[in-house]
């Protein structure tokens, strides 16, 4: 029988193998971006319970944190398929190399978005937000000021750890910043007044403004524990990762990162600010439809920890096998790895959107947030399924070092389709939109439609990828 034509047999064996690969790298990765998240989901929860002040506050912090992070973190990420494919091919100093220079991008990365974040009147405009939400955003924006150099730089250290297949010491980690998250969160988002022998310990209230302080103060902490897992760990060694210093800054290794760096934060960054801008527009309407908008981005934030998970892990196998020159192994873990992230993402929009609404008491008891949330859900299904796939897409192609081609797919879908036309559909600015499509759910109507031309484009652009014998 044909190699080139395997029995049913042999490709449900080759499946099941590829499945039992991604499942292994995937899962650390899946709870470990679940305790990321976690971090949003407690400052939601806990601010919607403060008030909706906080809560609105949040959502255009947020918004305005994620426009200037995720970028930077996209170009940092760069570290991942490069030192995949060194780790392939066996080449461990070098891809220690690539880290220290990850690391020194990272620093200079984290000075122009601590100056963004310090002064961002801009992002304020944008918004609209004024008064008591505008006081507590910029509140917010400088605590994490003092966060992003220890974000930026762990995602370095996570990076590299996914690239060599070590997610598991990223995974505990990032769950001991979420244990340490949650009581900091609480006592200085809501205070706290308790006697002791010694006399009263007093923590004012900060509300939305508190969770940036604890984000900052638990990254610090968190950071620290990673440089201690690389020096003392024997598994760095081989990478010559234990040695007292940081190699100096290397041009023409800078200049590799950022050649593949740029480009993918640009993809990234649009991808990000097609949502944040929501949340900008969105405020116009006022406190409780952004509220509502909050709500529901972290559900389907949540629910994309799934294929985040499967794509990253995805992608770093195909890396790796690019790296070791097995090139036909790597362009059938690819579409293993996205048929596995279409099926489970399917199975997981259909319940949430079933459950939906219990989902929302988990965050408020105000029906009037509720009420601004619950239309917006029902794009779930069609709108979680077209999030899986172009994240797989993306990230498999970023596997071969390819990032320029998905820009200019995002900036078209996700800009000119989901931003652009949620705007003329929310503001109803032809005159023509039906009321049920106006506001916040005409923003996630086109969201959802950029979404599903994205992937469609993505998916396809790989397809053409994979058939070229030259790569």
Not at 232 to 260: C, K, M, T, V
Not at 350 to 379: G, K
Request: hydrophobic share 55%; proline share 4%; aromatic share 10%.
């Amino acid at each position: 029988m044909s190699a080139a034509l395997p029995t049913p047999t042999t490709r449900s064996a080759l499946l099941l193998l590829d499945a039992r690969r991604i499942a292994s790298l995937a899962w650390p990765l899946f709870f470990g971006q679940l305790a990321v998240l976690g971090f949003t989901t407690i400052d939601t929860a806990m601010t919607a319970r403060r008030s909706p002040v906080d809560l609105a506050a949040l959502a255009v912090g947020s918004a305005v944190y994620m426009t200037i992070f995720v970028g930077f973190m996209g170009m940092v990420l760069a570290i991942g398929p490069i030192a995949g494919q060194l780790f392939g091919a066996r080449k461990l100093r070098e891809a220690g190399q690539q880290l220290h220079q990850a690391l020194w991008l990272a620093l200079g990365l984290s000075a122009i978005g601590c100056l963004l974040l310090w002064f961002p009147d801009p992002f304020l405009a944008l918004a609209h937000a004024e008064g008591e939400v505008a006081a507590k955003v910029r509140g917010y924006l400088k605590a994490l000021a003092f966060a992003l150099p220890s974000v930026l730089l762990f995602t370095a250290f996570r990076g590299f750890n996914i690239a060599v297949s070590r997610p598991k010491v990223v995974m505990a980690l990032q769950f001991g910043a979420l244990l340490l998250k949650i009581p900091l969160n609480g006592v200085l988002v809501f205070g706290i007044d308790l006697a002791t022998p010694l006399g009263t310990f007093q923590v004012a209230a900060h509300g939305a403004v508190g969770c940036g302080i604890a984000t900052a103060v638990v990254m610090g902490i968190q950071l620290i524990a990673g440089w201690a897992v690389l020096r003392h760990d024997p598994f760095y060694r081989a990478f010559g990762l234990q040695a007292r210093h940081i190699d100096a800054p290397h041009r023409e290794s800078l200049a590799g990162l950022l050649r593949l760096g740029v480009p993918m934060g640009l993809a990234i960054g649009i991808e990000v600010t097609g949502f944040t801008f929501m949340a900008f527009f969105i405020s116009r309407l006022g406190a409780t439809p952004v509220a509502g908008h909050q709500i529901a981005v972290n559900i389907v934030s949540i629910m994309f920890m799934m294929p985040l998970s499967l794509a990253n892990a995805s992608s770093t196998l195909v890396a790796q096998r690019i790296g070791a020159g097995l090139l036909p192994e790597a362009r059938r873990i690819g579409w293993h790895g996205l048929q596995m992230g279409l099926v489970i993402a399917a199975a997981m929009g259909a319940a949430v959107y079933v459950s939906r609404e219990q989902l929302m008491h988990a965050y408020t008891h105000d029906p009037v947030i509720i009420a601004a949330a619950m239309p917006l859900l029902a794009w779930v299904i069609l709108f979680h399924i077209a999030d899986a796939g172009q994240t797989l897409g993306s990230f498999t192609l970023r596997a071969y070092k390819l990032a320029t081609v998905p820009v200019v797919i995002y900036a078209t879908a996700l800009w000119g389709v989901g931003l652009t036309g949620g705007y003329v559909l929310a503001f109803n600015l032809t005159g023509l939109t039906p009321v049920w499509l106006q506001g916040a759910r005409g923003f996630w109507a086109a969201s959802t439609g950029g979404l599903t031309l994205a992937a469609l484009a993505l998916c396809s652009f790989l397809g053409w990828v994979s058939s070229r014998k030259d790569l």
